[in-house]
């Protein structure tokens, strides 16, 4: 019986080897490397193994013999294949981290296999060894004197180069190409190499004009070179073929697409999935009637990335402008390989096994749906097929009555599942009841939004709460506040008036949003509701302390808007009118203004949730905040004379629960 040491194995074409290796039908027995801080992943994966033939070797590539302790080493003794994943992808990595774990890593790999007395040390390596090299790179090439462009590229090489000149133990090297999800499943386990720019294939799919006019005119972009994609499942099948293939000592193998991929027919594959406009290559046109336009579409690509490569004083903006859209500048700096790379030997060795590379374009929409129904940064952002707010959490502070109420009612008959904040518990369960009796679903959270600790709490339950069904909280509509009206004459001995109002108006939904909005950006969706009022259009006399913490949260939220625009946060601001609610009972002449009803404001919140636009006005408040811009003084004067006209209510101030 085969025995086995991987390590890597939880990485994600290691886990898919170990799989395949423990299902062979020799029953082996697969030692794996594991860090103390990976056991847990390590369980989760072996649910479906068999326990009795995965041992489990507690270890760090990092340290002198792996770190391995003196039993799990004599268990080892004569393991006929040493399979060596282990190692770090990342072309952004600092150049110590690429070296402990892929050069040091396996020195250390290959000091134990020999000490062990191993049959066999596989080394999975990359394609990244040949650097910039141009033009045919064939399996017994190494150094040809190439440029590593990066730590990846140099300590790949370097690692490899340990394992090509030692001999204390037979070696085979693998060297896959770019490795993307698995061909039939879509499976993938994290955003890496072409996959950081779904995203914006994504947004070209929502350009219908671009489409029409794609239709008749073939979009030209000028000739970006060639990659080389293979999907995960052919290259663990491959690894698993050729480890037991009878292939001499000092064998290597491209694990990659025979036929190099122009970039441009990557392109039109996940574009076809993703439904974006579709290229072609400038070529076609150079000499002809598209000659001028290839060319200037041409200029700009070539200048950022002269601008990428540190060339030009704009790299930093160019790094900038590209980790706005989450794309690492490595990722952009080696989309292409200018190497074609031969893979003679590795056809010749899989002959008769039924082993080869897919067309990228047969299951690039397989990839794709993987990818936007479980790894899209964006996923959060798509609204339900069935409705804008299906299925949305929203927590709406104040929703025990008046507007609170009524947007909580709403938004439930619309799909929505509303998080009830309110003071009082039972107002809150009355409201819960009734949407439950309506086919809906509400939790409530009674809490004081006046005391800190208390929103704090709050917060993170909300978040635990809405989180393990790998959900979370959509949007929050900061509705609960305090109104008082009264003179500047009257409020010289009652500072505490504008404390109070601050603490409910401003602090509490400043201490909401600071919450969460770590956890809506790590979404990267969350939109913010604002209840506010057209007195901060109009300049209402007597409302100083009320429009004052209302200003404020409205400054908030303006600078919030921008510095979380590109987290997908973003914010509303609902200039609501005079709203007949317990508000405003204390200042009886309101009995004769006209108002609108809570249903009514409750439309215009479900309106800021649904189109998610900066503000939402009324006429009335648009019309006094453009006079206010024409005639400042003139609106003084006329709002003066209605500050005379207009008695002080009473000496209470009212809350929106």
């Known amino acids: 019986m085969a025995t086995y040491f991987v390590t890597g194995a939880t990485g994600f074409i290691g886990r898919r080897l170990v799989g395949r290796l423990l299902g062979r039908p020799e029953r082996p027995t697969v030692h794996v490397l594991v860090r103390p801080g990976s056991r847990a992943r390590l369980a ?43 190692a770090l992808y990342d072309l952004a ?22 000490e062990l007395g191993a049959g066999w040390f596989h080394h999975v390596s990359s394609v990244a060894v040949a650097g910039d090299h141009r033009g045919r790179f064939a399996e017994t090439d190494f150094d040809l004197g190439q440029r590593l462009p990066t730590p990846y ?3 790949k090489f370097a690692a490899e180069r340990l394992v090509r000149e030692q001999d204390r133990v037979r070696w085979r090297v693998y060297r896959p190409s770019v490795v993307v999800g698995d061909s039939r499943t879509g499976e993938m386990d994290k955003i890496d190499g072409p996959y950081f720019f779904f995203p914006a294939f994504a947004a070209l799919a929502r350009l219908r004009p671009l489409h029409r006019l794609t239709r008749s005119v073939p ?71 598209l000659s001028r336009a290839a060319r200037a579409v041409a200029r700009p690509v070539t200048s950022l990335g002269a601008a990428l490569n540190g060339r030009l004083p704009r790299a930093l903006t160019a790094k900038r402008l590209l980790a706005e859209v989450d ?27 039924g082993l080869s ?69 039972e107002e809150l369960e009355k409201v819960r009841a009734e949407i439950a009796a309506a086919g809906g679903v509400a939790h409530c959270y009674p809490c004081d939004l006046t005391d800190g600790e ?3 709490a709050l917060v993170k339950r909300m978040v635990s709460d809405h989180t393990a069904d790998g959900g979370g909280i959509d949007m929050l509509v900061n509705n609960a506040g305090r109104s008082i009206r009264r003179s500047l004459r009257q409020s010289g001995d009652r500072p505490h008036d504008f404390e109070r109002t601050m603490a409910i108006n401003y602090f509490a939904p400043v201490r909401l949003v600071l919450g969460l909005l770590p956890h809506m950006a790590a979404r990267r969706f969350g939109h913010v509701v604002n209840i506010s009022t057209q007195g901060l259009q109009v300049g209402s006399p007597r409302y100083a302390a009320y429009l004052g913490s209302k200003a404020a949260l409205d400054a908030f939220s303006r600078v919030a808007a921008a510095e979380s625009l590109g987290d997908g946060v973003t914010f509303t601001t609902v200039l609501m009118p005079l709203v007949r609610t317990p508000m405003i009972k204390p200042t009886a002449i309101y009995e004769r203004f006209p108002a609108a ?61």
Do not use: C
């Open 219 to 289: 979009l030209a972009v000028p000739d970006m070179g060639a990659t080389n994609i293979v999907p995960v499942d052919y290259v663990v099948a491959a690894l698993d073929h050729l480890i037991h293939a009878d292939q001499p000592a000092g064998s290597t193998f491209h694990l990659v697409n025979p036929k190099p991929q122009p970039l441009t027919e990557v392109y039109d594959a996940w574009a076809a999935a993703a439904g974006a406009p579709r290229v072609t290559t400038a070529a076609a046109w150079w000499g002809g009637p």
């Open 327 to 353: 794309v690492p500048v490595e990722a952009v700096r080696h989309m292409g390989f200018p190497a074609v790379f031969d893979d003679t030997a590795t056809r010749r060795a899989l002959a008769g096994s």
């Open 597 to 657: 009803t809570p249903e009514q404001a409750a439309r215009w919140v479900v309106d800021a949730l649904v189109r998610r636009p900066k503000r939402v006005s009324r006429p009335l408040g648009t019309v006094a905040q453009a006079a206010y811009a024409v005639a400042p003084k003139a609106v003084d004067a006329v709002l003066h004379v209605v500050f005379r006209a207009l008695p002080d209510s009473s000496p209470r101030g009212t809350d929106r629960k």
């Open 44 to 86: 989760r994966l072996a649910v479906d193994w068999p326990a009795d033939r995965l041992v489990e070797v507690v270890g760090d590539l990092t340290r002198p013999g792996l770190g391995l302790a003196d039993h799990d080493r004599d268990a080892l003794l004569g393991v006929d294949h040493v399979v060596h994943l282990g």
């Open 454 to 456: 208390a929103v704090d």
């Open 93 to 114: 990595a600092d150049d110590d981290a690429n070296r402990k774990s892929n050069v040091d890593g396996t020195a250390h790999a290959l000091d134990l296999a020999a």
């Open 357 to 425: 590379v897919p067309p990228l374009a047969e299951y690039a929409a397989v990839l794709w749906r993987y990818w936007a129904e479980r790894l899209d940064p964006h996923r959060a952002r798509r609204p339900h097929p069935d409705g804008a707010l299906v299925g949305r959490r929203i927590v709406i502070t104040g929703a025990s009555s008046g507007i609170g109420r009524a947007t909580a009612l709403a938004v439930a008959r619309l799909g929505a599942v509303p998080l009830l904040v309110a003071r009082r518990a």
């Open 153 to 155: 590229h140099a300590t």
